[in-house]
């Protein structure tokens, strides 16, 4: 009996002793940094009939082939409502 009145009353006083999240200070400068390896190529196709003929249309494309896409993203905050980011 003791035991299921103290593990809550447990849980409750450890979570009041735990900072607020909102009180957790952000970072003033993020930088990060990415790649992405590109890759892309579709078929456009469409068939219909028209006057009785039946008619289709394939045709294979690419968007340029593969090439590797450098990315760079940051931030850097001046204060609580005012940031740069580039």
């Known amino acids: 009996m003791k035991l299921r009145t103290s593990l809550p009353l447990l849980c409750v006083l450890g979570a009041a002793g735990l900072p607020p999240a909102h009180a957790q200070e952000a970072d003033r400068f993020t ?3 990415g790649a ?23 045709q294979d494309f690419d968007f340029g082939g593969k ?7 940051g931030v850097f905050r001046m204060g609580q409502r005012h940031r740069l980011i580039f």
């Open 31 to 33: 930088l990060r940094l």
């Open 67 to 73: 090439e590797l896409v450098p990315r760079i993203d």
């Open 36 to 58: 992405m390896d590109v890759d892309a190529d579709g078929v456009l196709s469409g068939r219909t009939t028209f006057q009785g003929q039946d008619l289709r249309f394939s």
